[in-house]
């Protein structure tokens, strides 16, 4: 593995063929690059396979005040579009993006903001924008409800060692045991200005994201505790964008490739082959 350092972002290179494609990872909330342990072992064989810590995250730099005025998210895309020109491991061919809950976020809007760079992307249960009809005064309310529930347990994290023991035993109950610790590492390395500010998803209403892509994407989820309600998820369904396929995984929670990750793989892999593959 070899590390590289981009406007204060921390990237992992983990290896793969020397001609293959450019996979790059994007974690969820409170995860890191370290977090794909189980996955990267998978996907080496064939990709080229890349992690970063987004910007709050892992030994990524945290949010300055001014970058909070702006918003995490935005701050976060804007991060990972410049990666793509500035990151020597992604230069000269398109990549294929992956990204968990708040990363499937950040992956899509990186996908309509730079499509020319983007082969394909997976999103894993993604924590999209907004339904077209919640207001502003809804979404602020959400958010600072979410922040503080976060920054309390990420907290608890640090300060209660029965907490942290019991939350790594439930961990190591559905997902895998390589990624346990890190797991645990990436909770206490969380910034909590950026917790309490609550804005990791985008803003586009996530109807209006998922009709304007015009990369191959793929949205999986699960039929555990998932973002997407089955109404969401019907409505998704039905988006009319050709590009956009739909897969769901029976028994998975939010994390799919960790609760299930052979029928996670299963699905995504061949996915993975036919649009980013030569």
Known sequence: MRSHTSSGITCYDWGGPAAAPPLLLLHGFSDSGWCWADAVARWSADFRVLTVDVRGHGLSERFTPYELATG???????????????????????????????GGGIACEVALARPDRVAGVVLEDPALGPGETTT?????????????????????????????????????????AVEAEPWLTAKRRTDLDMAADGR???????????SALTVPTLVISGTGEVIWDSQEWAAL????????????????????????????????DPWLGRHLMP
């Open 72 to 102: 995490p998210q935005a701050v976060m895309v804007a991060d990972i579009v410049h990666l793509l020109d500035d990151w020597a491991a992604l230069a000269g061919r398109p990549v294929g993006l992956v990204g968990h809950s708040m």
């Open 237 to 268: 369904q039905s988006c009319g964008n050709p590009l956009v396929e739909t897969a769901v995984v029976d028994g998975a929670d939010h994390c799919v490739r960790r609760t299930q990750p052979e029928r996670f793989h299963a699905v995504v």
């Open 136 to 176: 502003a005064e809804q979404q602020a309310e959400v958010r600072r409800e979410w922040g503080r529930l976060q920054v309390a347990q990420l907290i608890r994290y640090a300060v209660d060692p029965g907490f942290a023991a019991a939350e790594v035993g439930q961990f190591l109950r559905t997902s895998p």
């Open 200 to 210: 990791i998803r985008p803003d586009r209403p996530w109807r209006r994201a998922i």
